[in-house]
């Protein structure tokens, strides 16, 4: 089955670190370009991060640009997200998106999502 | 590129024929897609370069559009389409959506 399955979110103190890890079955992530999307309780979307490794080109959001690191592991057919000196608004659903073949940024097929709490 | 969604919510009965409409800042041309949320689940894409239905979507939804405006239409709403849905441009990074609308059963 084509899927992606996120992982590694949890209830974190304003200031810490974590590592979201996207795990891509059913076919190669590599070969696509991937985003990170996240969603507050309540919220709308919002695009924090792109990742495409045939052109070595990265993207991020300003919101989390010097504190956040997009990167993939071929071995592992897998996506991350390492989130540094985290804050209360970066508190939400955190999602793996693929980006369909042939398109810059249409995203075909998105991941459960991963809930990251950042709280005292 | 700033996208704004109207009207945030709505309600409406099953049957009825239902016009969500999303308004670029800048012109992008046809790269527009439309995404159905439901609570609890990942957003599902339903439409994209405007009007392009993706694979598996019923005929009922439709879009329209180019330049700065767009519109998602659904013909006759069904039970299952009470959701939110947004709409997010393709034309550049950052990726920007919509605020969403909510569709809510009357």
Known sequence: EVQLVESGGDLVQ??????????????????????WVRQAPGKGLEWISYIDDSTYTIYYADSVKGRFSISTDNAKNSLYLRMNSLRAEDTAVYYCAR?????????????????????? | IQLTQSPSSL????GDRVTITCR?????SSF???????PGKAPKLLIYAGSTLQSGVPSRFSGSGSGTDFTL???????????????QQLNSYPLTFGGGTKVEIK
């Open chain 1, 14 to 35: 304003p200031g810490g670190s974590l590592r979201l890890s996207c795990a891509a079955s059913g076919f190669t992530l590599t070969n696509y370009s991937v985003n």
């Open chain 2, 24 to 28: 670029a800042s800048q012109g992008i």
């Open chain 2, 73 to 87: 239409t659904i013909s006759s709403l069904q039970p299952e389409d009470f959701a939110t849905y947004y709409c």
């Open chain 2, 32 to 38: 527009l897609a439309w995404y159905q949320q439901k």
């Open chain 1, 99 to 120: 980006v369909k073949v042939g398109w810059y940024a249409l995203i075909d097929l998105w991941g459960q999502g991963t809930l990251v709490t950042v709280s005292s």
């Open chain 2, 11 to 14: 309600s409406a009965y099953v």
